[in-house]
């Protein structure tokens, strides 16, 4: 079992940056590929972003690519998503996620891949 507790959410103003931390308990991540998923009101839970153990695999959903960056820090047992020019459509609760059923498993985007999930934080971005 692990434990994971997203950080870092609050109000920006559009064009603003935020970054958002994932500390994961319980058990090390550092074999498993991490996500990082949203969900804004009236709308299903989406993918933003994921990374491989290694750091050699990223994949980001396409209206955040140029402006998110996740990374990660195995030592640390801590995922990161860096949020720059933001804008107000990026206004969501924001969850990270580990596929912690295989090990050197490969990130991917379905929400049904991922075995534990965070509490999220929330991201408001006003115009």
């Known amino acids: 079992q692990v434990q994971l507790v997203e950080s870092g959410g609050g109000l920006v103003q559009a064009g603003g940056s935020l970054t958002l931390s994932c500390a994961a308990s319980g058990r090390t991540i550092s074999g498993y590929a991490m996500g990082w998923f949203r969900q804004a009101p009236g709308k299903e839970r989406e993918f933003v972003a994921a990374i491989s153990w290694n750091t050699n695999i990223i994949d980001y959903k396409d209206s955040v690519k140029g402006r998110f960056t996740i990374s990660r820090d195995n030592a640390k047992n801590t995922v990161y998503l860096q949020m720059n020019s933001l804008k107000p459509e990026d206004t969501a609760i924001y969850y990270c996620?580990?596929?912690?059923?295989?090990?050197?498993?490969?990130?991917?985007?379905?929400?049904?891949?991922?075995?534990?999930w965070g509490q999220g934080t929330q991201v408001t971005v006003s115009s």
């Open positions: 996620a580990v596929k912690g059923g295989t090990y050197y498993d490969t990130p991917s985007r379905p929400t049904e891949e991922y075995d534990y």
